[in-house]
């Protein structure tokens, strides 16, 4: 498949609001996407990943692999480093409506920043203890 970018981004808009509904966000991620800025959240902030050049990094190689839009990733500390955990429009349509929020579970691709070959794809479950999108699970 080979879906148009901005086909992709009117979704990742789609799925953005339905996290701020959820979890009682506010416009913001939206707002941010939409002037195509990417944000990572961590905790209690949130930051645009152009600041990381590493995080911009793995982003950008997962979005050349899997021909995918990131559109917000969370960051979390883990026992093995940090990691990141990248919420994403793949390219099969077919497949959207699995990538979807499914109350506070969503599909996440996840790798760890400092090193090892550790990734997966995979459900992950988030929540919002400080106002910020968090990995809890």
Do not use: Q
């Not at 148009?4 to 996290?19: G, T, Y």
């Not at 929540?127 to 999108?133: N, S």
């Amino acid at each position: 498949m080979n879906i148009p970018m901005n086909e992709k981004k009117e979704e990742a808009l789609r799925r953005l609001r339905a996290l701020a509904e959820t979890f009682e966000l506010g416009p913001e991620l939206e707002n941010y996407f939409r002037e195509d800025k990417l944000y990572y959240s961590c905790g209690f902030y949130m930051n645009e990943i152009d600041n990381h050049p590493v995080y911009a990094e793995l982003v950008k190689r997962f979005e050349r692999e899997h021909n995918a839009l990131v559109y917000h990733v969370i960051r979390t500390r883990e026992d093995e480093g940090v990691m990141l955990s990248m919420l994403f429009v793949g390219d099969d349509e077919e497949k959207w409506n699995t990538e979807v929020l499914d109350e506070d579970d969503i599909i996440a691709f996840a790798t760890y920043v400092d090193g090892g070959d550790y990734e997966y794809m995979g459900w992950i479950k988030m929540a919002t203890p400080m106002g910020y999108l968090t990995r809890v699970l």
